[in-house]
């Protein structure tokens, strides 16, 4: 297969393989608390006007507040087209309707400022301003899960297999190893105590604080070390793991990018106007980043890491193309591809196999596509043709 020239790749992505950050239609004086991703809705929690949520990649953005009778979210989980929102001032709320209506989950959960939700199967912890509440019915009802804890606000909760950590204003970082019946601090290292933000990355665990950038511990928090190296900005607001990469947000120094477990940081903030960064999201091709006051912007992950074209040297080879049912992907290894149409949007995504990978696309409509696929840190994409 000859090397597709960039230039007739680029123009299949014009939609959204920008080179710099581009700014979204969401009302540009919004503060942006949170983001999630159900399928290819991407949400974004605001500071006062509740959740907004885009179906084309941040084009277009609507409200979706029906029933949510708080409108100040501060963090989303999701699972599977469950989606939870934690609010200051009103509990937390699910939609199994990808935010088309809200229903308030708060039996046994009289702390109503809540600022963290997160999810392990069938169990449900939410982060409220004084404790951790514990649901292992999905939210049905709650209970108090307070031994070793301290009267706090639990702004951050991060899940790695049956270890629960949860990131708190003024004293660090607990863990339960046990559903939250007991918790203990695990500080070693950390020198702040003001946790905005947990990130597991595999058996990794990545904390950003208020002022002292961020902490890596790779033993269940028993030590920490500071990996601030690059950072322009030691106010972290939000992590997000990609992969094999890590993505900052910072208050005043933007975005970061690192592909080496936090040991080097780079800006991107190319086309940023706002650096006072508060939150992260992914969804299809995209990174969103939230900002204080000036809305939701995007890049593309196929600009912003790099994309090589499939070649005659590349140990992935796809085939027929064009292709009519089915394509065939033959890879050295394990990745996961998707097929992108030219709006953005993502249409199928599936895993690959180590070896050859039958991909069904029947069901897409005639027309020329974009196949990306992710294997470790490496990207490569190609255009296929649908007949």
């Not at 605001?46 to 953005?61: A, E, F, Q, R």
């Not at 809305?295 to 005659?312: A, C, H, K, P, T």
């Amino acid at each position: 297969m000859k090397k597709l020239l960039l230039f007739l790749l680029l123009t299949c992505l014009t939609s959204f393989a920008k080179a710099q950050w581009q700014q979204t239609t969401l009302p540009s004086t919004e503060t942006i608390r949170c983001f999630a991703a159900v399928g290819s809705n991407i949400f974004a929690g605001t500071d006062i006007h509740g959740v907004y949520t885009s179906t084309n990649n941040g084009v277009n953005w609507t409200q979706v507040n029906n029933g949510l009778t708080c409108t100040y979210p501060q963090c989303f989980a999701v699972s599977g087209t469950n989606l939870y929102t934690a609010t200051s001032g009103g509990g937390v709320f699910l939609s199994t309707d990808n935010g088309a209506d809200w229903s308030a989950i708060n039996t046994g959960l009289p702390d109503i400022n809540c600022y963290s939700v997160a999810i392990s199967g069938t169990n449900v912890y939410a982060g409220s301003n004084h404790t951790v509440y514990y649901s292992s019915n999905s939210g049905t009802s709650w209970t108090a899960v307070a031994n070793g804890l301290t009267d706090n606000y639990y702004f951050t909760i991060a899940i790695i297999s049956s270890d629960i950590f949860t990131g708190t204003y003024s004293d660090g970082v607990f863990l339960s190893s046990n559903s939250g019946t007991n918790w203990a601090p695990v500080n070693s290292g950390m020198t702040n105590d003001t946790v905005w933000t947990l990130a597991a990355k595999g058996t990794s665990l990545y904390a950003g604080t208020h002022g002292n950038g961020i902490f890596l511990s790779t033993n269940n928090g028993t030590s920490w070390t500071a990996v601030n190296n690059g950072l322009t900005s030691l106010y972290v607001r939000s992590i997000l793991v990609d992969g094999t990469r890590l993505i900052a947000a910072t208050q005043g120094g933007g975005v970061f990018l690192s592909n080496n477990n936090g040991a080097l940081w780079t800006p991107i903030n190319t086309g940023l106007t706002n650096l006072v960064m508060w939150s992260l999201g992914k969804c299809g091709p995209y990174l969103y980043a939230g900002t204080f006051d000036a809305g939701v912007w995007r890049r593309s992950f196929s600009e912003l890491y790099g994309i090589d074209e499939i070649n005659e040297d590349s140990r992935i080879t796809v085939y027929p193309n064009p292709a009519i049912d089915i394509i065939t992907i033959k890879s050295a290894q394990k990745a996961t591809m998707e097929i992108i149409n030219i709006q953005g949007q993502t249409i199928l995504q599936q895993q690959l196999q180590q070896g050859k990978t039958d991909i069904d696309i029947s069901g897409i409509a005639k027309g020329i596509y974009i196949l990306r696929i992710n294997c470790n840190d490496k990207t490569e994409v190609t255009r296929i043709v649908k007949e």
